[in-house]
């Protein structure tokens, strides 16, 4: 494949990348090998001064399963009347796709490095994570939901001063195409700066 070819397939994957619902998402997830490729991929972000303000915790086989009874409880200390029905829906969470990814963005003190700037490299790292499990032939969607806010679950995680969750990114199969939906109108969004 010609390097022109690459270029233009590389950004063809981002004219049509698309996230799928995660209860659209099934088996097969990406083996060990292409996963560590994907959070090669992911870990390939704009980051100033190097410090890696982002890390991943990986939920495969029955971690997820366990991690969804962590899920189950908190919800359950959080809501004042449960339901045994919302009890089994938050212990499910994490079966709707075979590989789940939080990313953790972390703030590290460092002069000249703003934390405005470590977060958006931890948005980057979401974003890198969705693609590159797109180009890998997975499909997935990039998601905060109630537990990502929730302090039973971050002490669950193991987060520490300065960490929050990104999001939690889940990759699997398509069971069905995503629908396209309505884009920005670049016209709308886009200007450009001329002196006066």
Known sequence: MSEKSSSEGALN??????????????????????????LTAAARVPDHKKLVPWRF?????????????VLAKAYEASD?????????????R????PVVV????????????????????????????????????????????WYAFDETVCRALGLEEGERIAGFVYIGTAKEPPQERDRPDLDAIVSYWQPV
């Open 94 to 97: 994490f079966m709707r796709a």
């Open 57 to 69: 915790v990986v939920f495969e086989g029955e971690a997820r399963a366990a991690f969804g009874e």
């Open 13 to 38: 994957l981002l004219l049509s990348r698309r996230s799928v619902v995660a209860n659209n998402l099934g088996p097969p997830g990406p083996d060990a090998a292409l996963l560590r490729k994907i």
């Open 80 to 92: 004042p009347d449960p339901t045994s029905f919302r009890r089994e829906t938050e212990a499910a």
């Open 102 to 145: 939080a990313v953790i963005s972390r703030i590290i003190d460092k002069k000249g490095v703003p934390e405005w700037e470590q977060i958006l490299s931890a948005g980057a790292a979401c974003q890198n994570l969705l693609v590159a499990a797109n180009a890998a032939g997975f499909s997935g969607q990039w998601i905060t939901e």
